[in-house]
């Protein structure tokens, strides 16, 4: 069975870059994502539950994060979700871990500016078409968000209680 799974959140930490243990490239970096809902009585939109994940990418797709995905950015994630229990000096946690097969920012939040390629030429067919030459990946320039008041609108989640004293136990030892 395959558990696949989307989740819109907020960047705990720029990518941890690394490589898997067949060479590839790898990065990791964890994600809230927080449960909003309206206030009947006041009508204002309040955050709820936040659920923390870990986000593991590979190959080209941890090349491509690393460059471009940091900390306080919405994200949207595709991916197969594993969720580990574990232990390590006494302590016991839950690990949720997705790994990726897709990351893109949230355009919501954040202006993307698409470039042609490094080579600026045309594809072996002599056309470049409005996104960029074929087979070539695209480079993407990303302001930390649109403006103030679009930072302030949905601000970094903070764990607290519960969820501050699960934090300091650490990542699983895998």
């Known amino acids: 069975m395959l558990d696949q799974i ?33 206030n009947r009585e006041t009508g204002v939109w309040e955050d709820a539950h936040t659920n923390w994940y870990r986000v593991r990418a590979t190959k080209s797709l941890a090349e491509h994060a690393a460059e471009v995905v940091r ?8 991916g197969r979700l594993t969720i580990r229990t574990w232990e390590r000096d006494g302590a016991r946690g839950t690990a949720v871990e997705i790994d990726a097969d897709s990351i893109g920012l949230d355009l919501t939040r954040h202006r993307v500016t698409l470039a042609s390629g ?3 030429a045309s594809g072996a067919s002599g056309a470049s078409g409005a996104f960029g030459t074929p087979g070539v990946v695209d480079s993407v320039a990303v302001p930390a968000a649109l403006d103030d008041a679009a930072a302030e609108e949905a601000p970094m989640p903070t764990p607290s209680g519960a969820e501050a004293r699960r934090s300091d136990v650490g990542d699983p030892p895998f």
């Open 118 to 120: 490094a080579s600026g």
């Open 71 to 78: 900390r306080g950015q919405l994200v949207i994630v595709v």
């Open 6 to 38: 989307t989740v819109v959140g907020r960047v705990g930490i720029d990518p941890e870059r690394g490589t898997t243990p067949w060479g590839d490239p790898q990065v990791s970096f964890r994600m809230a994502s927080t449960r909003r809902r309206q």
